[in-house]
């Protein structure tokens, strides 16, 4: 059987383009209800069309409020018959209305190594202070901004050499991998939050892959097709 979900997007939308990718490949039992972006030149909403999803564009600005908006992405989230809520590049603050409305049902994907680099434009941060390590990180979301409980994450090496360019695509290779690996495990049941904890049920162990663009280190590891 598979999750009824809906992506929220700002803007290119790879990370939703991965999922589309690993349900066409019947790795991910998902199925994208709707897909909502904030902005309406995102080209997230082009990847969508293009398999046909369907697309609804909710802009921040015409709303006088953040609860406001909050409310009515709930309204066609609900109608369309999303359980769960993908956020893939979604550039909002949510409300607590908003996640109160999806209970452990809503998943974001962060380019760092949580609780390190919160915020925006963590990539070119973490190249610019200089870490040898960086990555991307897949948690439930609460009601304060990257913060919840993780559920996977995946480290990279960083170089002296890199800008938040050369940095985030290294880490963005991985985020195609592990979310949705995370929304598979959420589709099967497979996760249970203890505190500030995740359980993964019959959790994978750690995966490595040692090549030489993109050693990386999974925690927990990936499954076959992800
Ligand atoms: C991704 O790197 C994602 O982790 C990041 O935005 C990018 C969206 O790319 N999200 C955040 O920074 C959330 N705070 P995409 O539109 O190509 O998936």
């Not at 909710?58 to 406001?68: A, C, K, L, V, W």
């Not at 993780?150 to 979310?179: C, F, K, M, T």
Request: glycine share 6%.
């Amino acid at each position: 059987m598979a999750l009824p979900i809906a992506v929220l997007i700002s803007g290119s939308g790879s990370n939703l383009q991965s999922i589309i990718d690993k349900i066409e490949q019947k790795v991910l039992h998902a199925e994208i209800k709707v897909v909502i972006s904030n902005k309406p030149d995102a080209y997230g909403l082009t990847r969508a069309k293009k398999h046909n999803l369907r697309t609804e564009v909710i802009e921040h600005q015409n709303f006088s409020s953040r609860e406001d908006f909050d409310q009515a992405m709930v309204r066609v989230i609900k109608e369309a018959g999303a359980e769960a809520v993908i956020l893939a590049g979604f550039m909002r603050i949510l409300t607590p209305a908003f996640i109160q409305a999806f209970p452990n049902k809503i998943l974001n994907i962060h380019p760092a190594i949580l609780p390190s680099f919160p915020g925006v434009r963590v990539q070119a941060q973490a190249a610019d202070y200089g870490v040898r390590f960086s990555g991307c990180t897949v948690h439930f979301v609460d009601e304060k901004m990257d913060n919840g409980p993780i559920i996977i994450q995946a480290v990279v090496p960083a170089y002296v050499s890199d800008d938040g360019q050369s940095l985030g695509q290294r880490i963005l290779n991985w985020e195609h991998r592990i979310y949705p690996q995370a929304i598979e495990w959420l589709a099967q049941g497979r996760l249970k939050i203890v505190g500030r904890k995740v359980e993964v049920r019959d959790c994978p162990p750690v995966f490595v892959q040692a090549d030489e663009t993109a050693p990386a280190f999974v925690n927990p590891g990936l499954e076959p097709g992800f």
